[in-house]
């Protein structure tokens, strides 16, 4: 039985699974200190209630929103978790008195998660991005998760480069990243924006505090030109990119996940009609862009793959 534990901001899901099965998935929610402590303390807790013994557990995975640098084994900075430098691998050893601890960073456990168990035939090279506060994004080359060499800490294809506007800071502190814009933070900035909320209030005939992605779905689904007109906005800078990388990598599929892909096909749709401008004909023509298929559960299945493989 392996611990699977997807640390976010505000909570920890954590998943119990054997022979790749779930037997178990319960959260925890995430304090702003002593983070780990507090995670054991509650496991301790579930564990007692539940039945399950730390005997039969063969080891413990985590996916962090967060760089983790393996060579130093230390995350470099997980924002919402406030670490910046933070030894989680010695940490987490001492608080759970336990060896065998796998870590993984949040984008890369999901994108594992999804080419191991969502994929079938598991393509020789895939890339994800997940949209939701921030772009997750992960890499897959040659049936292998790609971590960088130099690093160890690769595929932050959220952040660097200039694919959005100049003047945007991003919450990396670069300018001009592509999560700014293309993240659903970005997304439901603009859904925000004056003009776009009095537009939607008087289409759905009432008013919102803040209008959230979930709010508009009907739009959405129904065309409504405005609403489409914003997301094709907001997703060119992740177009551009996608465009620009798949000339670099020529990788089999695109996958797009995180909350706006709830949304559905449209939006690998809309991804796809964006990037056509900024992309080589010929790569063009035959790339694969397709919504994710685990959902929310990506990260807990690449962090069991991955310790599962690594034990
Ligand atoms: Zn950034």
């Known amino acids: 039985m392996i611990l699977n534990i997807d640390l ?39 564990f007692k209630e539940n039945g399950y013994k730390w005997e039969n557990v063969e080891a413990i995975s985590f996916s962090v929103p967060g760089a983790y640098d393996k060579k130093t084994e230390i995350i470099v900075f997980a ?13 987490a050893r001492r608080i759970f008195n336990f060896e065998k601890i796998f870590i993984l960073n949040d984008a890369n ?25 921030g772009v997750g994004h992960g890499l897959i080359l040659n049936k292998q998760i ?33 999560e700014a814009r293309s993240s659903a933070t970005g997304i439901e900035r603009e859904l925000n924006k004056a003009d776009n909320k009095n537009y939607i209030e008087s289409k759905l005939g009432k008013e ?16 409504d030109p405005v609403i489409i007109n914003i997301f094709k906005e907001c997703l060119m800078p992740l177009s551009k990119a996608v465009g620009y990388l798949q000339t670099v990598l020529d990788v089999d599929k695109v996958i797009i996940g995180g909350g706006p892909s709830n949304l559905g096909k449209r939006i690998s749709e809309i ?18 862009i397709e919504i994710a298929k685990l959902g929310n559960d990506a990260g807990i299945w690449g962090a069991y793959y991955w310790a599962l493989e690594n034990i």
């Open 271 to 288: 991804i796809f009609e964006n990037l056509k401008k900024y992309t080589l004909k010929s790569f063009y023509e035959d790339m694969v």
């Open 208 to 223: 919102f505090k803040t209008i959230k992605i979930i709010d508009i779905v009907e739009l959405f689904n129904n065309e």
């Open 109 to 133: 456990a999901a994108t594992y998660g999804e080419w191991k168990k969502g994929q079938d035939g598991m393509p020789e090279s895939m890339m994800l991005f997940t949209l939701g506060t």
């Open 146 to 178: 790609w971590e960088g060499t130099k690093k160890g800490y690769a595929s932050e294809g959220g952040h660097g480069g200039c694919f959005a506007d100049e003047e945007l800071l991003c919450s990396c502190g670069v300018y001009g990243c592509l």
């Open 8 to 46: 976010g901001g505000n909570s920890a899901k954590c998943a119990l699974i054997e022979n790749f099965e779930i037997k178990s998935k319960f959260f925890v929610e995430t304090p702003k200190f002593e983070i780990i402590e507090n995670l054991k303390k509650m496991i301790d807790i579930y």
């Open 79 to 91: 924002g919402n978790l406030n670490w910046w430098n933070y030894p989680l691998l010695k940490e």
